[in-house]
């Protein structure tokens, strides 16, 4: 028989195991509760700055420069800037830097500018006059411009040396054509020493009068092997016969067939208002496989006789064209802004008082970037 001590026992053992289960019961349920309430925030979280989202996205598929601005709350610090927010920043910055930054650039470049040029394509080897593409027919304005040319000729036999600049003596002529070819005949003709460049007879293509030499392309061959053609055994280096009538010249390629000796160089005439008529008689003489001297060139609308151009705005385009587009050809290994008769009295570089012009300081301006 069980005594009652020993019942007692026995339900005190039970009470406390009851409690014991129940405790560790509850203790689970508080840890899977807690687990289901970490995982239900995981799953319900979205980004807190969806506007930073869209950035993102734009910035990534869009090529352009210009990006999208947002205003947001704070930003989680461990949020990656793409590249583009970095440059944006960057520039930001850089703009934020320096007024006095860019000041200083711009004082400097401008500083500096007078001692560095654009560099011009250099043609075949010894055929610039001190290495100087840029020059000039007559003396006007010689003062102005000596200092940004390397060369220069008036028509005549002896052009003198203006500081540096190289003079080119010419046979213009074959004496017939007025009294003073007749005397450029006789002063070329007592020539001594050879010149470095010598230049062959101007337009002789074109009826004599109004600048041109009109001669026969026989006369023109006597007188080239007679006169010119002495000089190129003395180290000269001899220019072709300049023609009056530019692309559609026949006179010179006759005449280079039969010569016996041949010209160095080809002069060339170019009187136009556009570029492109430009590019064709550059394209016409090279032809010839002699560097090239542009012995004349002015603003002239050529289609309709011979009209020298008058707009102001015109020439300076044309000359701020025409430059750069001599300086940046091989094939151009000289040039020079014709001062020469009929071109009106807006393309001159020097007016009636010798006075420099708007056209004169246009295109000391335009060479001036490379000389």
């Not at 006095?100 to 500096?112: A, D, P, Q, T």
């Not at 160089?265 to 570029?275: C, G, L, Q, R, S």
Request: charged fraction near 20%; aromatic fraction near 8%.
């Amino acid at each position: 028989m069980i005594s009652w001590p020993t019942i007692q026992a026995f339900l005190v053992l039970t009470l406390l195991a009851s409690e014991s289960v129940a405790s560790h019961t509850n203790g689970l349920r508080r840890k899977h509760a807690g687990s289901g309430k970490h995982i239900a925030k995981r799953q319900s979280c979205k980004p807190k700055h969806k506007s930073f989202t869209i950035t993102a996205s734009t910035t990534k598929t869009t090529a352009s420069s210009t990006h999208t601005t947002t205003t947001t709350p704070e930003k989680p610090k461990s949020t990656p800037k793409n590249d583009d927010d970095n440059n944006d920043s960057k520039s930001s910055d850089n703009d934020n830097k320096g007024n006095s930054n860019n000041n200083s650039n711009n004082n400097s470049n401008s500083n500096s500018g007078s001692n560095s040029h654009i560099k011009s394509v250099q043609a075949a080897a010894g055929f610039t006059p001190n290495g100087n593409k840029a020059g000039t027919s007559s003396g006007n304005a010689m003062s102005q411009i000596q200092s940004h040319i390397g060369w220069w000729y008036d028509w005549t036999p002896n052009p003198s040396w203006k500081g540096n600049v190289m003079p080119v003596p010419m046979l213009w002529g074959g004496g017939g054509a007025d009294s003073t070819d007749s005397s450029r005949l006789a002063a070329f003709s007592k020539i001594s020493q050879a010149p470095q460049y010598m230049l062959g007879f101007e337009e002789p293509d074109c009826p004599s009068g109004g600048g041109s030499a009109g001669m026969s392309v026989d006369d023109g061959v006597k007188l080239w092997e007679e006169k010119i053609a002495p000089f190129k055994a003395k180290g000269t280096k001899l220019g072709s016969p300049s023609m009056c009538k530019q692309v559609a010249e026949t006179w010179l390629k006759e005449f280079s067939n039969k010569i016996k000796t041949d010209w160095d160089f080809t002069a060339v005439h170019i009187n136009k208002n556009n570029m492109d008529g430009v590019r064709a008689d550059i394209e016409h003489y090279a032809q010839y496989g002699k560097p090239l001297w542009i012995t004349e060139f002015a603003c002239v609308d050529d289609v309709n006789g011979f009209t020298p151009c008058t707009d102001q705005g015109q020439i300076n385009s044309f000359i701020n064209q025409i430059v750069p587009l001599f300086e940046g050809d091989g094939r151009v290994a000289a040039y020079a802004y014709s001062n020469g008769m009929g071109l009106g009295n807006v393309w001159p570089m020097t007016n009636s008082n010798g006075d420099l012009t708007e056209s004169g300081r246009t295109y000391i301006n335009a060479i001036s970037k490379y000389h």
